[in-house]
């Protein structure tokens, strides 16, 4: 019997990732490597100013490696430009912050149907609705970022990372402004929804409970991985 | 390319964006539309000045041809000529002294008219019948005065003047005489008749003296030909000019424009100072805008698109900006030209 092969949704080869003058430059990544399978549900922890974000913002090609081979979905993004990196984000990833970043004067289906309004696909309203009611917001649906509380601002950045169906999710300290009950109850969604649409996930946090629940670790120290 | 989708999404994007930032956005509305109204309405209120002047004009200068001779009135012969093409008014202007017997002095522009004065428009006086009476002349002659010679010498209708040692009596208060820019409009000056100037021999004047001959064609002759001929009699009389009604609206329209430069540049640097503004506000608009900016861009969206968004939103309010104010500034004017009761 074959066992389905399972393909690279993210692969990063010897990433490195410089700042600041070549005089005296800071070294944020000295050559990563890892690579993250579909369906795969991964954290990266480590401490502070090891390299976490810089990772996130790597994949989903909003900084630009030193040097390097990146590749989402097989596609080497290293040498793409700014416009091929903006369809390969909205074909591909859906990206969740820790602090939400919604646009405030959108409301919150608004700020969901933004995902499909940046794919050109402008009747996903049912969709959206839909998936904002399974989330337990259908009560919330035209409601602005500041009428809703800090849990259920979350679940809409969720919903609309969801709701364009990528192949990898990037959740940066996705629970970091969250009470614990409420925490808990985001990454049950989260894993429930990445598993359910066999999304893959890279989950940034400090949480080492949170850490350990997902496929495996990838612990980061000093720009390296440990 | 962006298709009609796309750009329908665009505009419905902006608008939605205008109509629930507009409290954020009402600053850079009133900087832009203050800005672009003192504009509109320095170019329309210039624009209104010289066509009523343009329309006027005739009867700012008194005739359809001004000819000016100078110190020497025009020979018989030259006015006969002239009195073939048309209808002739003549007047003297000259510097004197009007005294009230009982004392006080005012240096004034007297201008002697003739019975057929002003050819174009109409004189107004105070009262409103002086005019007519003037014309009669009583037993004395009538002087007419402008009203800063009547607070003066502190005069009624009635009362005696003394110019060059004759006696005349003052018929009333000019309001206003059409050729007004031939007038000293800034000085005093007064209107005798023509008949009493020659009776008088108020003619002692001497180089003071200031002859003007103003020609109105029949309405139904052939204008400009009339107009050539009258320019041809003095084409080689060094001591004659002549002047057309367009020369004296320029010579208004030049204190006009004179006057509408200083608002342009009240105006402009008002845009400058307002661009200033503008562009400080709009900085504020993007900067105010990063984070969904940035949003957006993790999302994927487009740079391109992107910045249609927000130059749409831009252009909107610059639009509209203009729109409302170049409107306000032709209702201003207009308001302006009934209050200033302009016909």
Redesign the interface.
């Known amino acids: 019997m074959h066992k389905p092969m399972k393909q690279s949704v993210i692969q990063f080869s010897d990433v490195r990732l410089t700042y600041g003058p070549s005089s005296s430059p800071v070294e944020v990544l000295k050559g990563v490597s890892f690579s993250l399978n579909s369906n795969e549900i991964i954290s990266i922890v480590g401490p502070s100013g090891s390299g976490k974000t810089s990772i996130i913002m790597l994949a989903a090609g909003l900084e630009k490696a030193t040097s390097g081979i990146i590749n989402i979905n097989n596609q080497n993004i290293t040498e793409l430009g700014e416009n091929a990196l903006s369809a390969i984000r909205r074909k591909n990833i859906g990206i969740v912050f820790q602090s939400f970043y919604l646009i405030p004067n959108l409301s919150a289906l608004e700020n969901v149907l933004l995902s499909l309004e940046a794919d050109q696909k402008y009747n996903g309203d049912e969709e959206a609705i839909n998936l904002l009611t399974e989330f337990g917001l259908g009560h919330r649906i035209h409601h602005l970022p500041s009428e809703l509380s800090g849990g259920e601002q979350q679940r809409v950045a969720i919903a609309r990372a969801l709701i364009n169906k990528p192949s990898v999710i990037l959740a940066d300290e996705p629970t970091g402004n969250l009470d614990e009950a409420t925490s808990e109850n985001m990454t049950k969604l989260l894993f429930a929804y990445t598993r359910a649409q066999q999304t893959a996930l890279v989950l940034v946090t400090h949480n080492n409970e949170l850490a350990r629940q997902c496929d495996r670790i990838i612990e980061l120290k000093d720009g390296n991985i440990a | 390319m962006l298709n009609l ?2 750009w329908a ?1 665009i505009h419905r994007y902006a608008i939605r ?1 205008i109509r ?2 507009y409290k954020k956005l009402w600053v850079i509305a009133l900087t832009l539309f203050i800005s672009l109204l003192l504009l509109s309405l320095t170019f329309s209120v210039k624009q209104s000045l010289n066509d009523e002047i343009e329309a006027n004009s005739k009867e700012l200068l008194g005739g359809d041809i001004q000819i000016d001779s100078g110190i020497d009135p025009l020979s018989g012969d030259r006015i006969k000529q002239l009195s073939n093409l048309g209808q002739i008014s003549e007047t003297v202007n000259f510097f004197t002294m009007l005294s009230k017997p009982s004392g006080g002095a005012v240096f004034t522009d007297l201008r002697a008219v003739d019975g057929v004065y002003p050819l174009y428009g109409e004189a107004k006086t105070m009262p409103s019948d002086a005019w007519a009476a003037f014309r009669l002349e009583g037993e004395l002659p009538v002087v007419l005065i402008n009203e800063n010679i009547q607070n003066q010498l502190q005069l009624s209708v009635g009362d005696e003047l003394t110019i060059m040692s004759k006696i005349f009596v003052v018929g009333g208060v000019i309001v206003s005489v059409p050729d007004l820019t031939n007038s000293a409009a800034f000085g005093e000056f007064a209107i005798i008749s023509k008949q009493a100037f020659d009776q008088f021999e108020l003619t002692s004047a001497g180089s003071f003296l200031h002859y003007d001959y103003r020609l109105k064609t029949p309405q139904s002759s052939d204008y400009q030909s009339k107009i050539e001929d009258a320019q041809t009699l003095f084409a080689n009389d060094e001591n004659v000019r002549t002047k057309l009604p367009k020369d004296s609206a320029q010579s208004l329209g030049r204190l006009i424009d004179n006057f509408s430069n200083f608002l342009n540049l009240v105006a402009v640097s008002a845009m400058i100072i307002a661009g200033i503004g503008i562009s400080n506000t709009l900085l504020s608009f993007i900067n105010q805008r990063n ?2 900016i ?11 698109t992107i910045q249609l968004i927000y130059f749409y939103e831009i252009l909107t309010h610059f639009y509209w900006g203009h729109r409302l104010s170049h409107f306000d500034a032709l209702f201003i004017n207009k308001k302006m030209e009934s209050l200033l009761e302009l016909d």
């Open positions: 989708q796309q999404y964006d629930r930032s984070t969904s940035a949003i957006k861009k993790s999302l994927g969206f487009s740079s391109k």
